[in-house]
């Protein structure tokens, strides 16, 4: 990582897209969303390494604006709230279009129902798989 990008991705930053993607329904969500180009597994793995300090991996600034804007569907406006800080502007109480966040909760809520769904399917699976062994 070279300075510049020590510099951009500051504290206060990382706080900012944990927090979006925690209310975007977590690393199990959001991952995927972002690299459905990888596996499942892989995808979230790469999630959490982004959101650790300690990793070497992190987000571009595209994918941190679907990031933020997906917590934007929740709610969340820690992304914004940070961009106007870090960069000296004051938060002048922003509204979202009516309608499209309730669109983007909805979306998210039935991503998440999906993905318990999915756990709930594998951890069946390997249930059969056992008593098949057995």
Known sequence: MSDL?????????????VQSVDS?????????L????KDRKSAIRLMKACL????????????MLQVF?????????AGLDCLLS????????FKPVEGL????????EALRAQTELVQRIERAAGRVS???VA
């Not at 966040?101 to 998210?108: M, N």
Request: hydrophobic share 35%; aromatic share 8%; with cysteine.
């Open 5 to 17: 990008e020590k510099n951009f991705m500051s504290n206060a930053i990382r706080e900012a897209i």
């Open 24 to 32: 975007a329904g977590g690393p199990g969500i959001v991952g995927p």
């Open 34 to 37: 972002l690299w459905p180009e």
């Open 52 to 63: 650790s300090p300690i990793h070497r991996e992190y987000l571009a600034p595209d994918q």
């Open 69 to 77: 804007q997906l917590a934007k569907s929740m709610g969340c406006n």
């Open 86 to 93: 870090e960069t000296g502007y004051q938060s002048g109480g």
């Open 101 to 108: 966040v309730d669109l983007q909760r909805q979306f998210i």
């Open 130 to 132: 056992m008593r098949a």
